[in-house]
Structures are given as structure tokens and as C-alpha cells.
């Protein structure tokens, strides 16, 4: 899912915005429940900095810059990785780009877990877990050519309307049957999309009530799994180029 080698499918887009979009949404619902901030949301961040400046609510806005600013610090960190490991030629460079966020998602979980910051955790939590949510964003954009986005469901309620006057108006024209397939698919991949971070937020809700201690690291270890595979293959493509490169060079 984390590799871009030999082209894309539909179905390896499908697989990763359906497990990565209700990763965000547990995170982002988990968020909102133990700090009162989105991490994913960066529309209402902007709005709500916006409404509280003009209210003078200083402390509230500080926060909302601040999330926005990490989400943008994440997204760029991931392109810098991403541009890097392409010059390169390594194909998981995505997938260890989706390793950073569980490690820091892990020890993020492990300080809530075994340390009490009543005063930081209110600002500290939410602005490292947008920072998180930017990385992730910038990394499924880049590794799907920009079809799949996770972290917000703007995006792709817009992708889903679209898609859906395009697949009404291409079904009455028979010369454009495989136009219309493909249409199709994109509906289907956007709408379980949506369906997934839903479905994710309410996990994250769920966390929040029955398991709050060790949620977040459990999401760490499913974001592990599912960047290990790619981190794999990638290794065993060096390793061939490595031993093609010695028997050419003997």
C-alpha cells in the first residue's frame, strides 16, 4: 500500500485511505475528547482563530495558529522526506514516513500513559498530534498522486459530489462505458473513505470512554503494521540492487 513501484491500483488506494482515514478519525474524535481540540480539522482551526482574535480569547487563537502551523510543519517535513527518498530510488520511503508518526504516536502515548502534565498536555498533545496528522496527509497525497486525503472530510465529500453528477451524466452515454467504470470505482473509494473516518471517529470516541490510557498507543502499533510491509520490501529491493551491483562489478 506504502510503495510506489510499478504503478498504482485502484485497490491498494482503497486499502490505504480506508485504514489510514479511520486512523485520523479516531485520532481526531480522541483528540477532541481529552483536550477539546481538533488535530484534523485545520477549516474550524482557521475559523475558530479567526472568531476567538475578534474576541479577544488570546489563549484559544494562540492554540488554533499553532495547530495550523504544526499540520503545515508535518506536511512539509513528509514532502522533504518523500522528495529525498525519490532522488534516492527508495520506493518505502512512504511507508517509513508512516513509521515516524507511530513512534512519536507511541511515545506521545506512553507520556500520557506514565506522566501527569495537568497545565502542558491542554496545548502540548493537540499540537503534536496535528503535526502527526500533516505528515500523514502529505504522505497519502504524495504516494496516490493526490486521489486519496485522510485527515479531512472536505475534501472528499466535494470528490464524492463531483464524482457522482460525472457517473450520472456518463451512465446515459453508451460510447463511454469504461469512462464510466472508473467513475464508479472513484465513488466507491471516496465514499468509503468518509465511511471509514466515521467509522474511526467512532472508535476514537469509544477509546476515549472505555480505554483511554492505551488507546493511542494501540493506534501507534496498528499505524506500525501497517508501515513495516513496505519498510520490508523496500529493504529486500536495496539488498538485490546491492548484489546486482557487486556480480556486475566482479
Not at 496498528?222 to 519498510?231: D, W
Request: glycine letters at 10%.
Amino acid at each position: 500500500m506504502l510503495l510506489e513501484k510499478g504503478g498504482r491500483t485502484f485497490l491498494q488506494d482503497r486499502q490505504l485511505g480506508s485504514s489510514l482515514s479511520a486512523i485520523a478519525g479516531a485520532i481526531n474524535a480522541f483528540s477532541f475528547l481529552s483536550v477539546g481540540y481538533y488535530c484534523a480539522n485545520m477549516t474550524g482551526n482557521v475559523s475558530a482563530l479567526a472568531t476567538n482574535f475578534l474576541n479577544e480569547d488570546m489563549k484559544v487563537a494562540l492554540v488554533s495558529a499553532g495547530l495550523v502551523v504544526c499540520f503545515l510543519v508535518g506536511a512539509m517535513l513528509s514532502a522533504i522526506m518523500v522528495n529525498v527518498g525519490r532522488r534516492r530510488g527508495e520506493a518505502g520511503i512512504y511507508a517509513y514516513s508512516i513509521l515516524i508518526e507511530a513512534v512519536i504516536l507511541g511515545a506521545l502515548a506512553l507520556i500520557q500513559m506514565f506522566y501527569v502534565l495537568p497545565s502542558v498536555q491542554n496545548v502540548f498533545f493537540p499540537l503534536v498530534l496535528s503535526f502527526l496528522m500533516g505528515m500523514q496527509n502529505a504522505t497519502v497525497t504524495r504516494v496516490s498522486g493526490a486521489v486519496v486525503r485522510t485527515t479531512h472530510v472536505t475534501g472528499m465529500l466535494t470528490d464524492l459530489g463531483i464524482e457522482v453528477a460525472n457517473w450520472l451524466e456518463t451512465g446515459r452515454k453508451r460510447t463511454q462505458a469504461e469512462q464510466h467504470i472508473k467513475m464508479r470505482q472513484r465513488l466507491w473509494l471516496h465514499s468509503q473513505i468518509i465511511l471509514c473516518f466515521i467509522a474511526g471517529s467512532a472508535v476514537g470516541a469509544w477509546g476515549y470512554l472505555h480505554w483511554q490510557k492505551g488507546f493511542l498507543l494501540g493506534i501507534a502499533g496498528i499505524l506500525g503494521c501497517l508501515a513495516v510491509p513496505g519498510i520490508l520490501v523496500n529493504t529486500g529491493s536495496e539488498k538485490r540492487r546491492e548484489a546486482d551491483g557487486e556480480s556486475s562489478s566482479q
